[in-house]
Nanobody, 125 residues
Framework: QVEVAESGGGLVQPGDSLRLSCVVSGLNVINYHMAWFRQAPGKEREFVAVSVRPGGRGFYADSVKDRFTVSRDNAKRMLYLEMKNLEAEDTAVYFC??????????????????WGQGTQVTVSS
C-alpha cells in the first residue's frame, strides 16, 4: 500500500520562505515522477512543480518559477519544495503526488495515482 504524507506548511508573511517535505512509502520513488500540486479555496487543483525520475530534474508552473525549487532524496523516499519570496497568491493546500505520466503530461493532476492529505500554506500579513 502506497502512503504519501506532506509536512512543513504554516502561516507566514509575504516575502518569507518555507520548506515543504513529503515522504512516500510503499513504492520505489526512483521509478516515479514526484510532483507538488496546490488547491486554493474555490479553485481547482493546479500544478506547482515536479521532480522527474530518476534524477530529479525540475519543471515548474510559471507562477512559481524562480521562487520555488523542487528536489528529491530517493534514498530517503523524500520530496521537498523550497519556497521563497512567498506571496498571498501562494496560499493553498499543497499536495504531494507520485505517478508515471509521459513528460508531455507531467502537469496533469489526473495522471498521478498516489496522493497525500495535503499541508496548508497561508501567506498573510
Amino acid at each position: 500500500q502506497v502512503e504519501v504524507a506532506e509536512s512543513g506548511g504554516g502561516l507566514v508573511q509575504p516575502g518569507d520562505s518555507l520548506r515543504l517535505s513529503c515522504v512516500v512509502s510503499g513504492l520505489n520513488v526512483i521509478n516515479y515522477h514526484m510532483a507538488w500540486f496546490r488547491q486554493a479555496p474555490g479553485k481547482e487543483r493546479e500544478f506547482v512543480a515536479v521532480s522527474v525520475r530518476p534524477g530529479g530534474r525540475g519543471f515548474y508552473a510559471d507562477s512559481v518559477k524562480d521562487r520555488f525549487t523542487v528536489s528529491r532524496d530517493n534514498a530517503k523516499r523524500m520530496l521537498y519544495l523550497e519556497m521563497k519570496n512567498l506571496e498571498a497568491e501562494d496560499t493553498a493546500v499543497y499536495f504531494c503526488a507520485s505517478g508515471t505520466p509521459a513528460i508531455s503530461a507531467i502537469r496533469r493532476s489526473d495522471m498521478y495515482r498516489a496522493w497525500g492529505q495535503g499541508t496548508q500554506v497561508t501567506v498573510s500579513s
